[in-house]
């Protein structure tokens, strides 16, 4: 795998008390949320209404607008275990 000019960026799957690695292996997919407050960047104002972190808003922010086709995706469960490296097909 070549990662010249990649981001390469470092998703968690959860903890060892909330584990989504299984779903994110099974379906190819990231999940980044919280997920009751839609789509980004709509979810922004219900953010804001609920008490959800500066610091989870920025990540999120990162996240949807930043991500590239391409860039490398590195799955981990808590603080030791990888689970998967993989590519981006396709934006946010």
Do not use: H
């Not at 949320?33 to 808003?57: H, L, Q």
């Amino acid at each position: 795998m070549n990662i010249d000019g990649k981001k390469i960026w470092q998703q968690a799957a959860g903890d060892k008390d909330r584990n989504y690695s299984e779903l994110c292996l099974k379906w190819d997919v990231i999940l980044n949320g919280p997920g009751y407050a839609g789509a980004w960047p709509e979810c922004k104002s219900i953010f804001k209404d609920n008490g959800v972190s500066s610091k989870k808003n920025t990540d999120l922010k990162r996240f949807c607008e930043d991500i590239q086709d391409g860039d490398v995706i590195i799955l981990r469960l808590g603080t030791t275990d990888v689970l998967g490296v993989g590519e981006v097909v396709g934006g946010y």
